[in-house]
C-alpha cells in the first residue's frame, strides 16, 4: 500500500493564483481531512469528509474548497491564493469519522509559498 | 470549543535520559480519545500513543508512556531512554467520539543531544 500520497511536495504561488493539492488514498478509508501547519499553532482543520460525497468544514475553511467524488481522493483547492495561505498542507485519513479512536494516517505535506 | 495546549514550546535532553512532554486539554466532554503524533525532520506524522478517556490505566508503547489524569485535563507523554531517532515536534491531540475532528496543540519541539 502506498498509503495516503499527496502531491505536490512543493509550490509557489502568486496571490491571486489558484491550484488544487491532490491527496489520494489506497487504504479504504472512509474519513478524509486537511491539516494546514503554522509555526507555533500546530494542526488546524481546514476541511473534512467522512464518506465520498459528504465534507464539512474544519476550523479555518475560508479560501479553501474541497469535494469527494470517490472513496480515494480528496482535493484541496485554492481559489486566489493570498500570502496568508502560505502553509504547509497535510492530508490525513482513518477508517471511520464516527469515532475519534481510529489512527489518522498522514500523507508527507506539501509547502506552499504563496508571494 | 475543545482547546489543547503544550505549554512547552523546546525541549532538549541528553541521550538515554527520560524526558516528559506536558499536555492539558479543555472540555466538558466525557467520551473522547488522547494521542500523541510525533513530526520528524522528515515532516512525516506518525502515532505514538492513543489514550482512551474511559481507560484508568495509562497507556505504554515500548519506551513511551503516558500520565492520564482525567480530573486535571493532563496528558504528559514521558519518553525513556531517550534516542537520537526520538528528535522531532510532538503533537498532542484529542479528539470527541462522534466529533469527526482532531484538535492538535501548538507543539513541543524536543532534541536529543548524543
Known amino acids: 500500500n502506498a498509503g495516503v500520497t499527496q502531491t505536490p511536495k512543493f509550490q509557489v504561488l502568486k496571490t491571486g493564483q489558484s491550484m488544487t493539492l491532490q491527496c489520494a488514498q489506497d487504504m479504504n478509508h472512509e474519513y478524509m481531512s486537511w491539516y494546514r501547519q503554522d509555526p507555533g499553532m500546530g494542526l488546524r482543520l481546514i476541511h473534512y469528509?467522512?464518506?465520498?460525497?459528504?465534507?464539512d468544514q474544519g476550523e479555518v475553511p475560508n479560501g479553501y474548497n474541497v469535494s469527494r467524488s470517490t472513496t480515494e481522493d480528496f482535493p484541496l483547492r485554492l481559489l486566489s491564493a493570498a500570502p496568508s495561505q502560505t502553509s504547509v498542507y497535510f492530508c490525513a485519513s482513518s477508517y471511520s469519522g464516527f469515532s475519534a479512536g481510529y489512527e489518522q494516517y498522514f500523507g508527507p505535506g506539501t509547502r506552499l509559498t504563496v508571494t | 470549543a475543545q482547546t489543547v495546549t503544550q505549554s512547552q514550546p523546546e525541549m532538549s535532553v541528553q541521550e538515554a535520559e527520560t524526558v516528559t512532554l506536558s499536555c492539558t486539554y479543555d472540555t466538558s466532554e466525557n467520551n473522547y480519545y488522547l494521542f500523541w503524533y510525533k513530526q520528524p525532520p522528515s515532516r512525516q506524522m506518525i502515532l505514538v500513543i492513543r489514550?482512551?478517556?474511559?481507560?484508568?490505566q495509562n497507556a505504554t508503547e515500548n519506551r513511551f508512556s503516558v500520565n492520564f489524569q482525567k480530573a486535571a485535563k493532563s496528558f504528559s507523554l514521558k519518553i525513556s531512554d531517550s534516542q537520537l531517532g526520538d528528535t522531532a515536534m510532538y503533537f498532542c491531540a484529542f479528539g470527541v467520539q462522534g466529533a469527526q475532528k482532531l484538535v492538535f496543540g501548538q507543539g513541543t519541539r524536543l532534541t536529543i543531544n548524543p
Open positions: 469528509s467522512v464518506g465520498a460525497g459528504i465534507t
Open positions: 489514550q482512551e478517556a474511559y481507560k484508568q
